[in-house]
């Protein structure tokens, strides 16, 4: 699957990495997201991440408009899991958006 509409997140040692904004949106979901990571404690850096460096990372996660913050299962030959930063981050910003949204259905 693509996601040329979303932004990618890794998970190493307890420790969120996500690429620099320099080239592509820096979309509001990933601002929401680390936000609600650095509510949590949790240190985020963002820099150039290598395709060879996907065996060390723990956690992946994609963030967008329409994924919201979905978890990602594989990149090729590289396997992740649904670890605890990557849950409690998808419920947080569920429970973030989720009154929103009704709120916006209901007017």
């Keep these: 699957a693509e996601a040329t509409g979303a932004n ?5 040692n307890g420790v969120l990495h996500t690429p620099l904004p320099d080239c592509f949106l820096n979309g509001i979901t990933r601002r929401t997201v680390i936000g609600l990571a650095k509510q949590r ?27 919201e913050v979905m978890p990602v299962a594989e990149i090729g030959q590289h396997k992740f899991v649904v670890g605890d930063i990557t849950r409690n981050l998808m419920d947080d910003y569920s429970a973030l958006v989720r ?8 007017g």
């Design 99 to 106: 009154p929103a949204k009704a709120v916006a259905a209901a």
């Design 41 to 67: 404690g949790l240190k985020v850096i963002e820099r150039a991440i290598m395709p060879e460096e996907l065996s060390e990372f723990s956690e992946c996660f994609i963030t967008g408009t329409a994924a």
């Design 8 to 12: 990618i997140f890794f998970v190493q």
